[in-house]
């Protein structure tokens, strides 16, 4: 990029790519500063699920969840698939609110239900593989006119110095950046394994620190189903081999899988995220961070609440 930028985006993830999207899309010049390429993010270790929108009405994190979901759906888009699945909780009467508006909603019968779960339904919803997505998302910004640079931002005073507008989508770096103490790491291990023919997905309640979810993508499953706070991203061979025994125990065909992959991921925990802008200086700072295990989920959502902010001061190009 020769000319300044209007806009620069810190960290390429899936919700700087998203935000990068809609502001060039909105005619900005727009240039993402990243420590690493979205394949290296952490959003490239997400299972990922999108849905069901569980959040209250007026809770922005509904009104986030559905723009995502508006945008998936609009049409065919690389590595996003809609899948029917099971939803399920091992307390009986637990399905939760407004989960009978999701596409597909079934209860399932005593019958039905897999061997230890008191609650579970059936739903219909996008899985995203991450990596196909995100290299999705990198072309339609590049095609737009966004630029990608492998070059991490040291503060936001460096960042503000570079542009009028920065959007800090920094993830659990926006910690350092920002000092905000109510951000922390949660991490997750994600097990690849060979697919043994599933096409329908799982996802357990993660009311405990263990779960299990099983997110089928073509010849391969994600297995996921753990968090805990840590900055520890050593893979835990214990750790693999409980979370393919808990997924096992619903679909036993995925006692004898292949094991392709095992990475641990950190999601950066908070409480809520942080969508908001705050001046330094002479410049605007918009920050998007802070979505825990659902940034894939409120991506577009808190992308367009973002570029939004962002456009109300950015020249136009």
Partial sequence: MTTRPDVLVIGAGVSGLSTGIRLV??????????????????????????????????DPQRAWTDETLRVLGAGPMPGVAWRDGILAARPEGATPPYAEQTPGFRHLGDDERPAGFGT?????????????YLAYLLARLRDGGG??????????????????????CAGLAARALTGDTGLHPVRGPRIVVRNPGLDRFFMEAPMAPAWASIFPHGDHVVL?????RSDDTTPDPAEEAEVIARCAAIEPA?????????????????????VEA???????????YGHAGNGVMLSWGCAAAAAALALGAAPSA
């Fill in 224 to 228: 996921g189903g753990g968090q805990r």
């Fill in 254 to 274: 995925l006692a004898g899988a292949d094991v392709l992959e095992h990475t641990v991921g950190l999601r950066p925990g908070r409480a809520a995220p942080r």
């Fill in 25 to 58: 899309e909105n005619g900005a010049r727009v240039l993402v500063r990243t420590a690493a390429p979205p394949a290296r993010t952490t959003s490239a270790l997400a299972g990922a699920m999108v849905g069901p929108n569980l959040s209250p009405p007026g």
């Fill in 147 to 168: 630029e990608v640079r492998e070059e991490p931002v040291g503060s936001l005073d460096e960042a503000a110095a570079l542009a009028p507008v920065v959007v800090n």
């Fill in 278 to 288: 705050e001046r330094r200086g002479d410049a605007l700072v918009v920050h998007n």
């Fill in 120 to 132: 579970a339904f059936t739903v219909r919803l996008p899985l995203v593989d991450m990596p196909v």
